[in-house]
């Protein structure tokens, strides 16, 4: 008897590992699943990451130039809107800091083109501060005719090259 106990035994000790998985495929099922958690956990728990608007290129903040017919430092209707919207980033956003760079194209001498380059860029410097701007986040200068955009000696180049720059410090 104790022959057929120990095979009964044997009997059914076999037919219970057959029904169970291998060590090793339990083994990879449970990575597998640690991994699933972990993936859809971590995407659960992290909350998205706010894009800075600086940085989105289809934010009207992407646009950082005012331009100027000859001879004028008044900001143009049509660029009120995108110093407005600079404007409002500057004050929603206490840390930030700019700096209005005015410039000029090739005509005129330097002592004039300094002088309107100065006037363009304190002007946008006044309309961002009257839309809410901290006057600690702004500084404006002239660039004159020292840095221009466009290097050609016609009108497209000029018409480029007359602008005021927002250049942010970060």
């Known amino acids: 008897m104790k022959k057929s106990a120990v095979l009964t035994m044997v009997l059914m000790a076999g037919l219970l590992g057959a029904c169970t998985t291998p060590p090793a495929k339990q083994a990879a099922q449970q990575t597998n699943n640690q991994d699933k958690t972990a993936q859809t956990g971590a995407s659960q728990q992290q909350p998205a990451v706010a894009t800075d608007p600086l940085d989105d290129p289809n934010s009207p903040l992407a646009?950082?130039?005012v331009y100027y017919p000859l001879d004028v430092s008044v900001v143009q209707k049509e660029d009120r809107p995108l110093v407005a919207a600079h404007a409002q980033y500057l004050a929603s956003h206490p840390g930030a800091?700019?700096?209005v760079e005015g410039n000029c194209d090739e005509r005129g001498?330097?002592?004039y083109n300094l002088a309107l380059g100065q006037?363009?860029?304190d002007g946008v410097k006044k309309l961002l501060l009257a839309g809410g701007a901290k006057a600690g986040q702004i500084d404006a200068v002239s660039n004159g005719k020292e840095k221009p955009k466009a290097t050609c000696h016609a009108e497209s180049c000029?018409?480029?090259n007359r602008r005021t720059d927002l250049v942010?410090?970060?």
């Open 109 to 111: 001498s330097s002592e």
């Open 97 to 99: 800091d700019v700096r």
């Open 168 to 170: 942010y410090r970060r």
């Open 119 to 121: 006037r363009r860029a």
């Open 158 to 160: 000029w018409k480029e």
């Open 63 to 65: 646009k950082r130039s």
